[in-house]
């Protein structure tokens, strides 16, 4: 009695121990390394001429991955190119004409300066001659009276002559003015339709967005391709990892928590985390067929609610590479 009493005791401090350490600590096998990887798609429509990598090839960022037939689009590009000269040489003959129509306003109001002065000078001859006859009558003859009403009238018709021909003048440079201003709106039009198809051009040359792997190469020469459809995969190597707690394990976890990890694939490795965020809906609220717990069949079963985990470091060894999808097991230190 007394060996079985030393063992009960035995047990129960052990099981309490177990409990005390055990509470601080949640673990899942539910987990697996994660990773957003990039789908790499043209934006341009075209026949495909290159594919410069292969499958599980190491590329970077800027890497030239697909190269389209860029005929099409370099035929655009010399086009609004050359319709951007033509917008320059419309602007520059636009400012030609406005230092020509500056020159003939300055011109006419010239003229009408030198008209309104013989118009003055007609009419205060005219007004002399009648101020003289007034006077005396055989100071001036009616002739040289007809002769300064005569020149005071057609001073007056020259004076309204070059105030047309300046309004006319200030008319021309107005707009010369607006011309200038609509070649101008014509070149920067011209100027962004080099740039929409210098970019366009661009997109035939289908490049890596970030650091990875290839995978899931589905392009080869000759195939012809649209705008969106899918051609390859970048996997990044900054991964994380996505561990599905049960809904009942969540009480203490929280961000920033020191988590321990596992990978299948390599049982030597050992790798540290934090706990990044909690989704905020389990897993199975995101199925195309969510359950539906009004129905009259439901059966109560535990969630699993998504945890991200980021790494604190990647494996130094290039060989060990972490591949989206691999199995991990995650402990949590929920308390210190």
Not at 171 to 183: G, K
Not at 314 to 333: K, Y
């Amino acid at each position: 009695m007394g060996g079985l009493a030393l063992a009960a005791i035995v047990i129960a401090v052990g099981g309490a121990l177990w409990w005390r350490h055990s509470r601080n600590y949640e673990k899942t096998d539910d987990a697996f390394v994660d990773v957003t990887a990039q789908r790499v798609a043209a934006q341009v429509p075209g026949r495909v001429v290159r594919v410069l990598v292969n499958d599980n090839q190491d590329v970077r960022a800027g890497d030239v991955l697909v190269e389209l037939d860029p005929a099409d689009f370099q035929a655009r590009v010399d086009q609004a190119q050359a319709g951007a000269a033509q917008a320059e040489a419309q602007r520059a003959e636009a400012e030609a004409q406005q230092a020509v129509v500056e020159a003939q306003r300055e011109q006419a109001r010239a003229g009408e300066e030198v008209a309104a002065a013989n118009a003055t000078n007609a009419a205060n001859d005219l007004r002399r001659f009648r101020e003289l006859r007034a006077a005396s009558a055989g100071a001036v003859s009616p002739q040289q009276l007809d002769r300064a009403a005569a020149a005071a009238a057609s001073s007056a018709a020259q004076l309204e002559a070059a105030h047309k021909s300046a309004a006319a003048a200030d008319a021309q440079v107005r707009h010369a003015a607006r011309q200038i201003e609509a070649a101008q709106a014509a070149g920067k039009s011209a100027a962004a339709q080099v740039a929409q198809a210098e970019l366009m051009l661009s997109y035939a040359r289908i490049k890596a967005a970030v650091d990875g792997r290839v995978a899931r190469n589905t392009v080869a020469p000759g195939n012809y391709v649209q705008p969106g459809a899918d051609l390859m995969a970048i996997v990044p190597r900054a991964v994380h990892v996505t561990a599905n707690f049960k809904e009942t394990q969540l009480k203490a976890v929280r961000p920033g928590q020191a988590v321990k990890i596992k990978v299948d694939s390599f049982p030597a490795l050992q790798l540290t985390g934090r706990i990044d965020s909690v989704q905020p809906a389990s897993g199975q609220v995101f199925d195309l067929l969510p359950s539906q717990n009004a129905a009259g069949n439901w059966v109560k079963v535990v969630q699993r609610v998504p945890v991200k985990i980021t790494l604190d470091q990647l494996p130094a060894d290039p060989a060990v590479w972490l591949a989206p999808g691999m199995s991990v097991e995650v402990t949590v230190t929920v308390r210190p």
